[in-house]
């Protein structure tokens, strides 16, 4: 009987060729967070020669983001019709050509759209790297690592983003950051029909068009609220696009609940784990991203480094999110996955508050990089475990449909975080240059210094020289003012994901703990919630 049993394990398990494939596959998973982290680098750079408004520039920024998580689920069930290798080969060269415009941009809107082709794009490589994982590694303790690495890939990205951007800022110009994406994305496109299996769910259905609609419509006037509220305040403009999204949400959920293949299936959402899950993901990499997001331009602009200077400091961030994520699959082992992330959400109080001290001169370097590193460390749990837990709370047959939402909810958090905290930057800038402003500076270049530090930057060389200098160091004060806000923001949006992760992940058991039970033999109706526990906490 044991020998008839442990056959179907052997051929079960991933051989050479699914691990060489995999990492192909982290390869472009690593590029799409990269990508946002060498921007923000870049953003001083292609503000002097672009000059975008301040709007305009957290468009740049805030695009990629918003129509990544905007047409993830979009794409999944895109790549179920035609194949999940297919869907990665075209969204691999869907970031070649994006990347390209990108680089050779020549205006602030040609940038932006650039950046959107490449945040769709991004969304058809993204879920085409789970879903192959999955169907790759059938094996649940080797699917649960092949994941757990995926995860990191994406955590990595954002870490050494700006150091390869701070690296190629130092040698070229802004736009080289984003060629780095053509010589990444031509390894899948060569490699791809080598190494992966293609993979078609032969029973996905038709793609609901009215159903994609009504997603867009749902999610992107939210998004566009939200960033505007924090720089114009309540305007009846801002107030229409929330009700327009909440209404087309409420359109969007009564849809998938009439389809017989939705493009989301809602159902998922009334497990307690799957939605604790999705919750802390979306607020955890907002706690994260706005502050992650700023630190590179306050090395940059407070304390006057080159980027390669501030590329190199920011490597202890890098370093405390490896680190991170290496020690957070040996404390779930013992530790309920709800208790390690909370304990490392209070790891990043302590980080929150070192970048919320940071002076605006050579002195701040310091406990902002510190700062970010204890951030980083803290937030891995996060990063590595929201992923496998989203999935692991649906059944099997929805595993990859539930990774998708997921990973929209991680790339929602990543563009809110950006949105929400850069917006208060923004305002408290703003008003800080308004209430500072010296005496004598004319209108125009007062404008100018309200937009950003850039523009105060190059308005005061057309000043008189003490005149200049007051209005430049106006605009760091002012700067390192919307800085430390975001710290304190997002030290409240980390209490926050740890009130959920307590209320609704932590009847979740260590990946220990599973293992016992699931050696019983359960009754054969009892078995998926056994897989899908086993699958849960062993990631």
Not at 203 to 217: E, H, T, W
Not at 500 to 517: D, K, N, T
Request: with cysteine; net charge negative; proline share 6%.
């Amino acid at each position: 009987m044991s020998s008839n049993t442990a056959a179907p394990a052997v051929e079960l398990r991933a051989g050479p060729r699914e691990w060489f494939g995999l990492l192909v596959l982290l390869l472009p998973v690593t590029l799409m967070t990269a990508d946002l982290g060498v921007l923000w680098l870049a953003t001083p750079y292609v503000t002097a020669d672009l000059r975008p408004t301040s709007s305009q520039l957290l468009w740049t920024t805030d695009i990629y983001g918003f129509l990544t998580c905007g047409f993830l689920v979009v794409m999944g069930t895109l790549g179920d019709r035609i194949g999940r290798r297919k869907l990665l080969i075209l969204g691999s060269v869907g970031v070649i050509v994006s990347s390209l415009l990108a680089a050779y941009s020549t205006s602030p809107e040609m940038l932006i759209f650039a950046r959107a082709l490449l945040g769709v794009a991004g969304a058809a490589v993204l879920p085409s790297t789970l879903s192959l994982i999955i169907h790759m590694f059938k094996d649940a303790r080797q699917r649960a690592t092949a994941i757990a690495t995926w995860v990191t890939a994406l955590s990595v990205g954002i870490a050494i983003g700006p150091v390869i951007g701070g690296v190629l800022l130092d040698q070229w110009w802004w736009g080289s950051v984003f060629l780095m994406g053509v010589p990444v994305m031509l390894v899948p496109l060569v490699l791809s029909p080598v190494l992966l299996p293609e993979y078609k769910d032969p029973n996905a259905g038709k793609i609901d068009l009215a159903s994609v609609v009504l997603f867009l419509a749902a999610i992107l006037p939210i998004v566009y609220a939200v960033k505007k509220f924090a720089e114009t305040g309540f305007t009846v403009v801002n107030l229409a696009a929330l009700l327009i999204g909440a209404v087309f949400t409420i359109v969007f959920v009564r849809r998938q609940n009439s389809l017989d293949t939705p493009l989301l299936d809602m159902r998922l959402f009334k497990t307690r784990a799957f939605t604790g899950a999705l919750l802390t993901l979306l607020f955890g990499m907002m706690a994260l991203n706005g502050v992650e997001y700023l630190v590179p331009q306050f090395l940059l602009v407070a304390g006057g480094l080159s980027p390669l200077a501030a590329g190199l400091w920011l490597l202890p961030g890098a370093a405390g999110l490896i680190l991170g994520s290496q020690l957070t699959p040996v404390f779930a082992k013992r530790i309920r996955p709800a208790f390690v992330i909370t304990a490392g959400l209070v790891v990043t109080l302590i980080g929150f508050w070192l970048t919320g001290i940071a002076e605006h001169n050579e002195d701040g370097i310091l406990p902002a990089a510190i700062g970010l590193a204890v951030i980083m460390f803290g937030v891995a749990p996060i990063s590595v475990l929201g992923t496998s837990l989203a999935a692991g709370a649906a059944p099997p047959e929805k595993a990859g449909s539930a990774a998708a939402t997921g990973q929209t909810a991680y790339d929602l958090g990543l563009a809110l975080g950006i949105a929400v905290t850069g917006s208060i930057a923004v305002a408290v800038y703003r008003g800080q240059v308004d209430d500072n402003l010296p005496a004598g500076v004319p209108a125009d270049a007062a404008e100018a210094a309200r937009d950003t530090v850039g523009g105060a930057t190059d308005a005061a060389a057309s000043l008189p020289a003490d005149l200049g200098t007051q209005l430049v160091s106006v605009a760091r004060d002012a700067f390192t003012s919307g800085f430390q806000a975001t710290a304190w923001v997002s030290a409240g949006l980390a209490v926050v994901t740890g009130v959920i992760v307590l209320s609704l992940l932590r009847h979740i058991p260590a990946i220990g703990a599973a293992e016992a039970p699931a050696e019983e033999a359960p009754a054969p109706e009892q078995a998926p919630a056994a897989t899908r526990e086993e699958s849960t906490t062993s990631a």
